[in-house]
């Protein structure tokens, strides 16, 4: 069963930077691709960046330039880097995992592959 626990939220100013990390148990991550995703209060989950298994990344639009995605094979762990951050960055941020495409992975919802617990951000102004 695949497991997945995120990690590095915290309270930041605007302008700050993050760095959070997404540990996937099991044998599935090395065949995968990876995303993050984000839900701020009153709002649905949205898009933040995928990535495939040979390194192919997507990011929404609203964190293209400012957040970074990547992962480490062998540690079955992936990241988010997150710069310049906004008041309007503060969610709670989910790391995804379940399907080799990080295309689709742009789309899903948690009734779908496995997501963690999730990780507070919070951008203060």
């Known amino acids: 069963q695949v497991q997945v626990v995120e990690s590095g939220g915290g309270l930041v100013q605007a302008g700050g930077s993050l760095k959070l990390s997404c540990l996937v148990s099991g044998d599935t991550f090395t065949s995968s691709a990876v995303g993050w995703h984000r839900r701020a209060p009153g709002k649905d989950y949205e898009f933040v960046a995928t990535m495939n298994v040979r390194g192919g990344t997507y990011y929404a639009d609203a964190v293209k330039g400012r957040f970074t995605i990547s992962r480490d094979n062998d540690k079955n762990t992936a990241y988010l880097q997150m710069a310049m951050l906004k008041p309007e960055d503060t969610a709670i941020y989910y790391c995804?995992?379940?399907?080799?495409?990080?295309?689709?992975?742009?789309?899903?919802?948690?009734?779908?592959?496995?997501w963690g617990q999730g990780t507070q951000v919070t951008v203060s102004s």
């Open positions: 995804v995992i379940g399907d080799p495409s990080a295309s689709t992975l742009r789309f899903v919802k948690p009734n779908f592959g496995s």
